[in-house]
T-cell receptor, first 114, second 119 residues
Framework: KAGVTQTPRYLIKTRGQQVTLSCSPISGHRSVSWYQQTPGQGLQFLFEYFSETQRNKGNFPGRFSGRQFSNSRSEMNVSTLELGDSALYLC?????????????FGPGTRLTVT | AQKITQTQPGMFVQEKEAVTLDCTYDTSDPSYGLFWYKQPSSGEMIFLIYQGSYDQQNATEGRYSLNFQKARKSANLVISASQLGDSAMYFCAMRVNNAGGTSYGKLTFGQGTILTVHP
């Protein structure tokens, strides 16, 4: 089985712009979660989608949004980029949503905001 | 709220020796899962091992074992026979299973421990 894929792998944007990141989960996985990783804040949960519905959201401003399509692929969007949004954005998929089902992560998208 | 604490910012170990990475957690939920992930410099998070809160035995996966002490709320990772390729950042994470559904998909991570394996 192919792993979780994320595109693009690297991105450079200017403050004020918006960006869309894409995540394709492992085949058969219906739960997709997004995380932001920064040196200062570590790994922080952004949101989770299951069957096209957002079921959980972390403590991030409304500039961060996402969606999931019927094939379980997910996108996240960040509008009005700020310098502090520079981070590694990781997507993870899981077969089921119980604690016993591990999440498999993609390679991440490294976003740099200048 | 859940919290994971990893008190060792960095650890060093000689090749072929065993090493223990510490993790303590805090939650009031009775049902939860504990995970360890490895993150090499490439950035991808690699799942290593899982322990459920109701599991009676410590989890093992090859050279990885999880020393689960529920009363102490600790879930230390033991890597036996360290290899040079084990050099990476290691994260302990937790996911709770609460009836309110606020746990959906959410892993809470510790700050990580950088492990360096010396030849």
């Amino acid at each position: 089985k192919a792993g979780v894929t994320q595109t693009p792998r690297y991105l450079i944007k200017t403050r004020g712009q918006q960006v869309t990141l894409s995540c394709s989960p492992i085949s058969g996985h219906r739960s997709v979660s997004w995380y932001q990783q920064t040196p200062g804040q570590g790994l922080q949960f952004l949101f989770e989608y299951f069957s096209e519905t957002q079921r959980n959201k972390g403590n991030f401003p409304g500039r961060f949004s996402g969606r999931q399509f019927s094939n379980s692929r997910s996108e996240m969007n960040v509008s009005t980029l700020e310098l502090g949004d520079s981070a590694l954005y990781l997507c993870a998929s899981s077969y089921r949503d119980s604690p016993s089902y591990e999440q498999y992560f993609g390679p991440g998208t490294r976003l740099t905001v200048t | 709220a859940q919290k994971i604490t990893q008190t060792q910012p960095g650890m060093f170990v000689q090749e072929k020796e065993a090493v223990t990475l510490d993790c303590t957690y805090d939650t009031s939920d009775p049902s939860y899962g504990l995970f360890w992930y490895k993150q090499p410099s490439s950035g991808e998070m690699i799942f290593l091992i899982y322990q459920g809160s109701y599991d009676q035995q410590n989890a093992t996966e090859g050279r990885y074992s999880l020393n689960f002490q529920k009363a102490r709320k600790s879930a230390n990772l033991v890597i036996s026979a360290s290899q040079l390729g084990d050099s990476a950042m290691y994260f302990c994470a937790m996911r709770v299973n609460n009836a309110g559904g606020t746990s959906y998909g959410k892993l809470t991570f510790g700050q990580g421990t950088i492990l360096t394996v010396h030849p």
